[in-house]
């Protein structure tokens, strides 16, 4: 049984927020402007030392050590879910990990599958089981975090690209299936957003081509018309106003926040 741990618990009339890999980074970034707002946020995360860091940051949240690759844990986080707060408004799915980087005929083939079994089938796990919670409201939301490589092929990124290229796939899916119920169904697809995790990934992908972390990290920058990556404040800007009555109509979009990304070059050559 993994521990749930609790905090003030909120009162009931916010909006109950539910966040995948929601003590750090990105994940990290939204939950505490929800948090802001005087929202009801439950976070889960597969480190249970971001979770420690997480929970002792930000008092009024609840938190559920899970990795959300495994339906077994999934079922704990909506247990902690039901016992704590009794319901759910918005669910955000933003755990992911990277994935290797390599020819598809160098993968690795266990890194292939956890890449899936997190980015993608951990997404499903987590809507399957929130939607009768979702159901239950007079308005609710569900938001995928995707990623630019979901509108592109991406060389060297098998794993990630298809994990993402899935995401989009479910995002149209069950806004259709789930509209009929008050439910929208969107996904925000970053590019590269600062900080430790695009500069691990930059590193490995130095390390796969021969070149310096500053060559692809130019590359990386180049793809977008505005020449930057983004920072997880402006990600969390555009989950919060998808998950907010002003977006009430907006259901089934991919919306990129990227400074335009013109393409994922291929530059193998």
């Known amino acids: 049984m993994l521990d749930c741990l609790l905090f003030n618990m909120p009162s009931k009339n916010r909006k109950i927020v539910l ?17 802001a707002e005087g929202d009801a946020v439950h976070v889960c995360d597969a480190s249970a030392e971001h979770i420690d860091d997480f929970v002792s940051a930000n008092a009024n949240a609840t938190a559920t050590h899970a990795d959300v690759g495994h339906r077994d844990e999934v079922d704990q986080v909506f247990a902690d879910i039901r016992k704590l707060h009794g319901g759910l408004h918005i669910l955000i799915n933003n755990a992911g ?10 993968i690795d083939e266990d890194g292939w599958d956890r890449c899936i079994r997190i980015n993608l089938s951990g997404t499903f796990y ?32 098998s794993p990630y690209t298809a994990s993402k290229w ?17 439910i929208r169904v969107n996904a925000v697809c970053p590019t590269s ?18 070149l310096t972390p500053d060559q692809v990290r130019h590359v990386y920058q180049r793809h977008t018309s505005m020449r930057t990556f983004v920072s ?29 990304t013109e393409g994922l070059s291929n530059w193998l050559d």
């Open 126 to 157: 987590m809507t399957r089981r929130a939607v009768p919670l979702l159901k239950a409201q007079d308005a609710a939301s569900i938001i995928n975090i995707a990623s630019t490589a979901a509108l592109f092929g991406y060389p060297l990124r």
């Open 232 to 260: 997880a404040d402006e990600v969390a800007d555009t989950v919060l106003f998808l998950a907010s009555e002003k977006a009430s109509k907006i259901s089934g979009q991919s919306i990129s926040v990227d400074g335009h």
């Open 97 to 106: 990990v990277a994935g290797p980087s390599a020819p598809v005929e160098e």
């Open 193 to 210: 957003v600062s900080g430790p995790r695009i500069e691990a990934v930059i590193q490995r992908d130095a390390e796969q081509r021969g």
């Open 166 to 182: 899935g995401q989009i796939g479910l995002t149209k899916t069950w806004a259709m299936e789930l509209g009929p119920f008050g």
């Open 19 to 35: 966040i995948s890999g929601g003590a750090s980074g990105i994940g990290r970034t939204i939950a505490e402007r929800f948090l």
